[in-house]
C-alpha cells in the first residue's frame, strides 16, 4: 500500500528565507505527487504536481518541487519566504488504479517570523 | 468557473442526531471523494463515487456512515446517530476522471458534536 511521510511536524523560518519541506512516499509504480496548502479553516489549495517528464516542477506563488526516484522524494522550495506562506502543507501520491484517491502525509505547519 | 461546493462551511449536531453534508462537484467532474481530517491530524480517504454507483468505500467507518452520488443533485455524505469523534472537517473532492487526474477539493465542512 502506498504511504507519505512528511518528517517534519512544525518548520520556523524567516521572512524571506528559503524554504524547503521534505516529502517520502512509497508508492509501487511510477507515482503522481502533488503538494496541497491548507490555510486556518481553510480547503486545500493545490500547490503543483508530478505525472512525469521533467523532475522539477513549477507551482503557483513561486514554490517548486524535485521528484526524486531514487530518494523516493518529492520535496517542496521556495526561494523566499512570505509572511502569507505560513499554512500546513501536504504532501500526497495518487493511486491511480481501480479507485483513485490520495494518500496524504501528516503534513507540516509552517510558521513564519517577521 | 466554480470550484467544488460544499455545503453547511458548519454544522452543530447533539449527540445521536444525523449530519448530512453535501458536495457539488466542479462543471463537467463526474467522480467524487470524500475525505475526513481530524483534529491535528492528515486527510484520510473515505469513499469514492461515480453517479449511482460508489467505487471504493473502504475508508467509510462500517456502521453510521454512508454516502451517494445520485443521478440528478449533489453528492450526500450522511453520518447518522453522530458521538463526539465525529468531530472533524470533512472534504469533498472531485476529478473528471479516475486514474490520474487532479484532484480538486471544495472548502470543507466542520462538523462539531456537543
Known amino acids: 500500500a502506498q504511504s507519505v511521510t512528511q518528517p517534519d511536524i512544525h518548520i520556523t523560518v524567516s521572512e524571506g528565507a528559503s524554504l524547503e519541506l521534505r516529502c517520502n512516499y512509497s508508492?509501487?509504480?511510477?507515482?503522481?505527487l502533488f503538494w496541497y496548502v491548507q490555510s486556518p479553516g481553510q480547503g486545500l489549495q493545490l500547490l503543483l504536481k508530478?505525472?512525469?517528464?521533467?523532475?522539477l516542477v513549477q507551482g503557483i506563488k513561486g514554490f517548486e518541487a524535485e521528484f526524486k526516484r531514487s530518494q523516493s522524494s518529492f520535496n517542496l522550495r521556495k526561494p523566499s519566504v512570505h509572511w502569507s506562506d505560513a499554512a500546513e502543507y501536504f504532501c500526497a501520491v495518487l493511486n491511480t488504479g481501480t479507485a483513485s484517491k490520495l494518500t496524504f502525509g501528516t503534513g507540516t505547519r509552517l510558521q513564519v517570523t517577521l | 468557473n466554480a470550484g467544488v461546493m460544499q455545503n453547511p462551511r458548519h454544522l452543530v449536531r447533539r449527540r445521536g442526531q444525523e449530519a448530512r453534508l453535501r458536495c457539488s462537484p466542479m462543471?463537467?467532474?463526474?467522480?467524487v471523494y470524500w475525505y475526513r481530517q481530524l483534529p491535528e491530524e492528515g486527510l484520510k480517504f473515505m469513499v469514492y463515487l461515480q453517479k449511482e454507483n460508489i467505487i471504493d468505500e473502504s475508508g467509510m467507518p462500517k456502521e453510521r456512515f454512508s454516502a451517494e452520488f445520485p443521478k440528478e443533485g449533489p453528492s450526500i455524505l450522511r453520518i447518522q446517530q453522530v458521538v463526539r469523534g465525529d468531530s472533524a472537517a470533512y472534504f469533498c473532492?472531485?476529478?473528471?476522471?479516475?486514474?490520474?487526474?487532479?484532484?480538486?477539493f471544495g472548502e470543507g465542512s466542520w462538523l462539531t458534536v456537543v
Open positions: 508530478y505525472f512525469s517528464g521533467d523532475t
Open positions: 473532492a472531485s476529478s473528471p476522471q479516475g486514474g490520474g487526474n487532479t484532484i480538486y
Open positions: 462543471k463537467g467532474h463526474s467522480h
Open positions: 508508492y509501487g509504480a511510477t507515482p503522481y
